[in-house]
């Protein structure tokens, strides 16, 4: 499994921003789907955003025009930049790692970052 490492995240307002940041190990990068995951207590696993190598983007219905996912390939690094924050996009994010797709519909691969806690409220 590929090793990713998770940076960003914290507490704003309604309507503010934060960046997300997932790092992965190897050399591999550049060839995995990848993916933003959240989970709020007692909630089901949400997928927020998913890339594809090429940079081709989807987004759960909930962020979008709020969210925008990407990577650099050279940096082995996705973001997910979030911004008009809602209190309803409060959770645990994770990123996702070597994923696979069905379609344009994104299947998480086995590899998860830490999470981070992204609270928004007032």
């Known amino acids: 499994q590929v090793q990713l490492e998770q940076s960003g995240g914290g507490s704003v307002q309604p309507g503010g921003s934060l960046r997300l940041s997932c790092t992965a190990s190897g050399t591999l990068f550049r060839v995995y789907a990848m993916a933003w995951y959240r989970q709020a207590p007692g909630k089901q696993r949400e997928r927020v955003a998913d890339i594809a190598p090429g940079g081709s983007a989807n987004y759960g219905d909930s962020v979008k025009g709020r969210f925008t996912i990407s990577r650099d390939n050279a940096k082995n690094t996705m973001y997910l930049q979030m911004n008009n924050l809602k209190p309803e996009d409060t959770a645990v994010y994770y990123c996702?790692?070597?994923?696979?797709?069905?379609?344009?519909?994104?299947?998480?691969?086995?590899?998860w970052g830490q999470g981070t806690q992204v609270t928004v409220s007032l």
């Open positions: 996702n790692g070597d994923g696979y797709y069905k379609g344009s519909d994104y299947f998480p691969g086995g590899s």
